[in-house]
């Protein structure tokens, strides 16, 4: 059994190299919760549909979320009603059946454990999929002017175009890792770290009491892989955060932020010079291909992921 | 002013008469919310709703409700996942979109009443639309096997095809008129009961604190259109659910549900002979052509519901 903590696109990437090399059902996707939102009073959990529409093949691959020929229907109504300022989170029509069904679940009591897989079998994911937890954990970053912004105010809103000065996961510590978790962090052959940022789609499932001390029992066998290549996030405000909050945007600034439970951290070739201070981290540093532009190259980098503990690396 | 009791599909063929024959600004519709429900976390408050597109010419003619030209992108995709059980409540992707706004407006602080103005002002409405109260009252039907059900749950769901035992105004007791509501009553020259179902559209209005005696205060004045029409509703269970509640099916029947606060009863030509029951029960008759079928009927019998207290009947 594979163990993968994911957030958004790039593990959703990581995830369809992943069932190429290794029996789908024998892979636990663990998903940060963190950006989940509320809005129209819809519970909306961006991460777990963007692997559950990527890993159906229905996501729309321009984006790399939502859903493949989608149509804009309620939103079109809704901005009309309510400008723009209402709009700014884009829910398309098909994609409101997923967040209707979740919520009305969610309030008839379901947990968000057996909403998300009933939502995954209904997709037809052979992938078990597990948000990091039941309960609400929100990820509340502090901007430079003071103010208070939840994950997509900060990420799609503000198109991550504010300085930020702290990271902090509201609800965090009274939170309990969902059912399965700890035992797929504890039983996986490899724990891998999808490559997915550090601070915002890892750092939040890291903050689930019990996770980070499981995984840290594991490190030998937990393999990250760098979303940071050659100095940049491939998507996403990583490469940002990462130095705003005192670290460095390079695969050595990720190694370091999770060197606690990192065993080894796969970097791209561009980065092979990187790999002595990755290890100077204490991270063992593979170097492969990690940009994922084809499910062929997923495939590969899947390929380099799982054989990373046992010692393939060139680091 | 003229001051508009409704309920959903009648009453808004009532106002799209009367907005032809006074000042669509000098008319207060007053809405019942009682068939409000929340369905997968959304507000939705089906006769507010029916008003507004009805009034905006919006509505689709074939239903009575909804939009015209709606498309179901959103249903059909939240029917794949959770099945018919889920959709029997059909929202299209544009109406949608009124629910999105009303529910996240509702979750921000705003009143029902203001959410409602915001709305009609989008639709471009002149008629003024309150809800009844903005507080929340449910229509509970207890049916002949005991259990309940809520309004939409009996209409919709069940095409109220169960028999029904009696119905109660869940939170009417605790519920103030929406701002407004009382001085409408009180300051029309004619308040005007649409021909809506006795017992669970007009009922709820007159279930709120106040409401009934406001309307008992101004019993002259107070002239309502009989929806049962050769002794069946033109749409809906009106006509049993008179029996089931003990009453009669028939323009009579309405009058003497209504006699405390009715001051005069249109009634269809087909039912002129039973303009005697209707003054036995202390209501003054009025007999005119009353099956909305076209605007130009519902205008004709708007000007003869707003002529009635007047003395233009023939009862």
């Known amino acids: 059994m594979i163990c993968v903590l994911c957030g958004g696109v790039g593990a959703a990437r990581m995830l369809t190299g992943l069932v190429q090399v290794t029996d789908p059902s024998s892979i636990v996707a663990v998903v940060n919760t963190g950006d989940d939102t509320e809005l129209h009073g819809l519970s909306i959990s961006p991460d777990l549909d963007t692997i559950t529409y990527t890993l159906a093949g229905a996501v729309n691959l321009e984006t790399g979320w939502g859903l493949a020929g989608e149509s804009w229907q309620a939103m079109s109504a ?26 009305g679940r969610l309030r008839e009591g379901a947990t968000l454990s057996e909403v998300t897989a009933e939502l995954a079998a209904a997709f037809g994911l052979a992938v078990r999929l597990l948000p990091m937890s039941d309960d609400p954990v929100r990820t509340v970053l502090r901007t430079a002017g003071g103010g208070e912004l939840c994950f997509q105010e900060y990420f799609v809103k503000h198109r991550h175009a504010v300085a930020v000065e702290a990271v902090r996961f509201e609800g965090a510590e009274a939170s309990r890792p969902a059912p399965g978790v700890l035992e797929a962090i504890e039983q996986a052959t490899v724990v891998v770290l999808a490559p997915s940022n550090p601070v915002v789609s890892i750092g939040p499932v890291l903050a689930v009491p019990g996770v980070e001390e499981a995984l840290a029992a594991r490190r030998p066998d937990v393999v990250g892989v760098s979303p940071i290549v050659g100095g940049a996030a491939l998507k996403g405000p990583a490469d940002r955060l990462l130095v705003e909050l005192g670290g460095e945007a ?10 606690g439970v990192l065993g080894t951290l796969v970097i791209d070739e561009v980065d092979r010079h990187l790999a002595g201070e990755v290890e100077a981290a204490g991270v063992r540093a593979v170097v492969a291909d990690t940009v994922m532009s084809t499910p062929a190259r997923a495939r590969r980098l899947a390929e380099a992921v799982l054989a990373a503990p046992a010692g393939a690396g060139e680091g």
């Open 250 to 259: 390079s695969a050595a600034g990720v190694a370091r932020v999770l060197s």
């Open 78 to 103: 809704l901005e009309r009603l309510g400008g723009a300022e209402r709009t700014w989170f884009r829910l398309g029509d098909r994609d409101l059946g997923t967040h209707l069904y979740r919520t």
